[in-house]
C-alpha cells in the first residue's frame, strides 16, 4: 500500500489512481487525482475545475490560441485549456486531455504549476460563469509536449494559433498583429509562466 501525504495534512492512496502516461514534477502530485477528490481534500466547493497549458518552443515562445468568433470571449486570445471532467482520471490528466483536443499535442512531462504570481495569493484563480451563478477554480500548469507534432486546432474552439516571447505578450502583438488576451489573469499567468521558465523562483 503507497500512502502519500498530500495538502493540508490529508492522505492518498495512490495504487487507486491510474498512472498517466506523461510525467510530472513531484510538487505537483497533489493534482494526481479526480478533481472531486482535490476539492473534498482541500474542503473547496467550487462547481468546476479548469487548467491552462502553457507550452513553450524551443525558442522559448508561449502557444497562444484564438477562441473562435462564434463562442463566448469571441476573438480573444488564451492557452489551450478547459473544463477537467468528471471522468478525468486527474487534474493533470484533465490538462493532457485538453492539450490534445484543443491542440492536437501530446503532454510529454507537466513541469510546474503556474499562478498569477501575486505575492501571498492563492495557487487558483477563481472566475464565475457568465451569469456569475457558478464559481470556478482554474490552475496553470506548464507542459512539454512531444517533439515533431504540429498544431493543430480544434476548430470548433479556436480559430488560429501564435507562439509569443515574453515582450509580444507585454505589448500585446506579435510581428504587427493585435492579440488581445481573455483577461488580466491570463496575462499575469503568461508573465508569471515567462519568469519562473527564468529560474526567478516562485510565489506558489
Known amino acids: 500500500m503507497k500512502l502519500l501525504r498530500c495538502f493540508q495534512g490529508s492522505f492518498l492512496l495512490l495504487d487507486s489512481y491510474p498512472v498517466a502516461d506523461f510525467a510530472f514534477d513531484a510538487s505537483l502530485v497533489e493534482f494526481t487525482v479526480p478533481k472531486a477528490d482535490w476539492l473534498r481534500i482541500n474542503n473547496k466547493a467550487f462547481d468546476g475545475v479548469h487548467t ?78 457568465r451569469d456569475g451563478t457558478r464559481v470556478f477554480c482554474g490552475f496553470g500548469f506548464e507542459v512539454e509536449v512531444e517533439g515533431g507534432k504540429e498544431v493543430v486546432l480544434d476548430e470548433r474552439e479556436h480559430q488560429d494559433f501564435v507562439w509569443a516571447g515574453e515582450e509580444d505578450v507585454r505589448r500585446g502583438e506579435v510581428e504587427g498583429r493585435r492579440i488581445p488576451l481573455t483577461g488580466v489573469v491570463m496575462r499575469n499567468k503568461l508573465l508569471e509562466a515567462f519568469r519562473l521558465r527564468k529560474g526567478e523562483g516562485s510565489d506558489s
Not at 98 to 110: D, P, S
Open 52 to 129: 491552462s497549458a502553457f507550452i513553450f518552443d524551443a525558442q522559448g515562445r508561449v502557444l497562444l490560441v484564438q477562441r473562435a468568433a462564434h463562442d463566448s470571449m469571441p476573438n480573444l486570445w488564451e492557452t489551450p485549456g478547459g473544463a477537467v471532467d468528471a471522468g478525468d482520471a486527474s487534474i493533470l490528466v484533465g490538462c493532457a486531455r485538453e492539450v490534445r483536443e484543443e491542440v492536437g499535442l501530446v503532454a510529454r512531462r507537466m513541469v510546474r504549476l503556474v499562478t498569477e504570481g501575486r505575492d501571498g495569493g492563492e495557487r487558483w484563480s477563481v472566475f464565475t460563469n
